[in-house]
């Protein structure tokens, strides 16, 4: 997706394995809502009916006789601020909204749907009325500060759209997450973490390493093209926040055949500047790495801990995983303690 491909740190907070969840919809006659939030790309099954018409990977109203139109509300798995959205109607040809709208709330998480759709709620529009194409990926781009918790997508005046992706950062409530001086995941996306830059993301997303729930299989870590030439590769990753670290946890679970052979982890402490991203950032960060693990072998589909041999007291902001040459890290989690 070319958004994410220039902003590799954005991730989409409405996934459904991140806590994302479809809370109701005025209506979902054809096709369930629940569709919308699937991981997977969306398919389409010839000569596959329901016993209300055609089988369709997404959320599909019926045809509207009356004025107004069709709504979904949509709570975010992660609250944060959103870049971009992603409204898809793959395979939706001739039964797909002419128009869409997307508004948006910050409220507390376990708002409930009577709630959203009561006049109480206040709703920012983040999206105008905008016209969609069929059978394709619709991408916004969201210019808005703000960190929301819950969307609304409207549809003009009827239709299918197969799947919703809010691509953004995650900005968790740091009162709740910093509470009690407890030890805590520095690198996981939950706690706001991002990647900044990598050398290669051929078959495996590195964001994918900062993810919270174990891995399902090989295509849900980090994973490089095999290297032919000299060098290694590597992906750099901004902690949640400045803290000390105690013990990594890197895992090459589902990797067998094609795990690296060996990996290092340098730290640093930098003062970003506002508008920096991706590469800019990579480039400030040169000149600040210090050692956190030396060079050090790994194993095939193996959870690896480190904690006696990292470099003791290392204050970071930023970490750099190095891999050699190539291969795939299923999971990366860094553990410190926060002052």
Known sequence: MAVMAKFPHL???AAGRLGGRVLAANDDFFAPKENLLKPEAPVFIPGKYTDRGKWMDGWETRRRRTPG?????VALGLPG???????DTAFFRGNFPSHCSIDACGMASDADASFLTSADALWHPLVGYSELGGDAQNPFAIDNPHRFTHLRLNIFPDGGVARLRV??????DLRHMFAGGKEIDLASIVHGAQVVDSSDRFFGEPANMLMPYPPP????GWETKRRRGPGHDWVVIRLATEGTIT?????????KGNYPENASLEAAVVEEVAGTV???LTSTVIGHWKPLLELTPLQ???????????AAGTTATHVRLNIFPDGGVSRLRVFGDIE
């Open 247 to 255: 013990r990594v946890e890197l895992d090459t679970a589902h990797y």
């Open 11 to 13: 991730i989409d907070l």
């Open 81 to 87: 601020v959103i870049r971009s959205i992603v409204v």
């Open 300 to 310: 095939p589909n193996h959870l690896h801990v480190f904690e006696s041999g990292l």
């Open 69 to 73: 139109h069709d709504w979904c509300i």
């Open 167 to 172: 691509l953004g950062e995650a900005l968790p």
């Open 278 to 280: 991706s590469g800019d």
């Open 217 to 220: 299989n090989m295509g849900d």
